[in-house]
Nanobody, 117 residues
Framework: QVQLVESGGGLVQPGGSLRLSCAASGSMFIFSIYTLVWYRQVPGKQRELVASITTGGITNYVESAKGRFTISRDNAKNTLYLQMNSLKREDTAVYYC?????????WGKGTLVTVSS
């Protein structure tokens, strides 16, 4: 059974920073061979891809996150990160991590990020 557990969400003021983590576990789960993705979703809207990182470390970001967010992975710790700086009110959403490859497509339950003064 594969589990992805997000953490690090919370309430932050505009301009502030948060670091999200996604810890993966599972007896047959080989973290390093999965492409990892952060998505976010606002109630009533479609889930949006925020950032992704391949097995080789190639990253990709939604335009609104470029220059502010950094995705990274630590294969030794089976953990995915999203460093979010200069947060804006429009970054408020539930953030989900996703691991995908030919073996499967796994999701966490999400962590809420609220950007508000």
């Amino acid at each position: 059974q594969v589990q992805l557990v997000e953490s690090g969400g919370g309430l932050v003021q505009p301009g502030g920073s948060l670091r999200l983590s996604c810890a993966a576990s599972g007896s047959m789960f080989i973290f390093s061979i999965y492409t990892l993705v952060w998505y976010r979703q606002v109630p009533g809207k479609q889930r949006e891809l925020v950032a992704s990182i391949t097995t080789g470390g190639i990253t990709n970001y939604v335009e609104s996150a470029k220059g502010r967010f950094t995705i990274s992975r630590d294969n030794a710790k089976n953990t995915l990160y999203l460093q979010m700086n200069s947060l804006k009110r429009e970054d408020t959403a539930v953030y989900y991590c996703n691991a995908k490859n030919y073996r499967g497509d796994y999701w966490g339950k999400g962590t809420l990020v609220t950007v508000s003064s």
